[in-house]
């Protein structure tokens, strides 16, 4: 197994590889969020070494699936909201942002390998438009999904409200967005969120078995299903029109601005509407 860490910044996501023993020189390619004591925030930093670390795993041919997970008790806990009282009215670096955090969640659909989620903990805001980008998901039993931007006055813009609805349905994502709430893994196998439910502990065997039975497979014709079937579903692709409407509302709404605070002042939102 080796690792992998961007030197010129703080390290926020690994990069290793593991052995398949029955599949001679094939491995599985692990990027794992690894900010285990904040439940691995999406940073801006994350964004670019989330990319960084998929782009270079799709480059590698020995790498015949690509897992992304999380370290600790969390897949991710969403946006780093910490950062965002100031990111979201800066009317520069916000778009600058958003193409970031775009790169990063379209890169799973683009890669040639197939890319599955280990959900290993909460997956909320963006850390569920992280699984959805993902080409399935494989949730631990005690995984928890959901949206919440809502909870703190924020529009989730990575896939939340163009991609979920295609995933799950439209008005289960509705629901889902509207209401805050986070499904547990037996709940979020029922509506579609995730392929299939195992024990915590057994969550990287599932993807090394499935990495074991992909190895088989030729590399260029799961490379052109994949292409085909990812194509046909986002034929209509909406992810532009979901940034474009969400970056105008950070900017200019003042609910964000209490959202953020009472965030920060861990009470209830008193949102006005404005």
Partial sequence: MT??????????????RLDLPSAQGAQLGVVRLDEPDRLNPLSWTTFRQLHAGLAELDADDAVRVVAVTGTGRAFSAGGDLRAYAELQRDAVALPR????????????????????ALV????????????????FAIAARSARL???????????????????????????AKELVFSGRLLGAAEALQWGLVNRVVEDDQLMAAAL??????????????????RVM??????????????EIVMRYLLTSSDVVEGLQAFAEKRRPNFTGR
């Fill in 3 to 16: 690792q992998h860490s961007d030197p010129a910044t703080q390290r926020l996501v690994v990069v290793e």
């Fill in 97 to 116: 942002y958003f193409e970031d955090v775009a790169a990063a969640l379209e890169m799973p659909a683009s890669m040639r390998k197939p890319v599955v």
């Fill in 120 to 135: 290993n903990g909460v997956a909320v805001g963006g850390g569920l438009e992280l699984t959805i980008a993902c080409d």
């Fill in 146 to 172: 959901g949206d919440g931007h809502a909870r703190y006055g924020q529009m989730g813009g990575g896939g939340a409200l163009s991609l979920l609805p295609r995933v799950i349905g439209l008005p289960r």
């Fill in 209 to 226: 078995d499935f990495a074991t039975e992909v190895a088989g497979h030729s590399p260029l014709a799961l490379a052109e299903v994949k």
């Fill in 230 to 243: 990812t194509q046909n579903a986002r034929a209509a692709d909406t992810a532009q029109l979901e940034r």
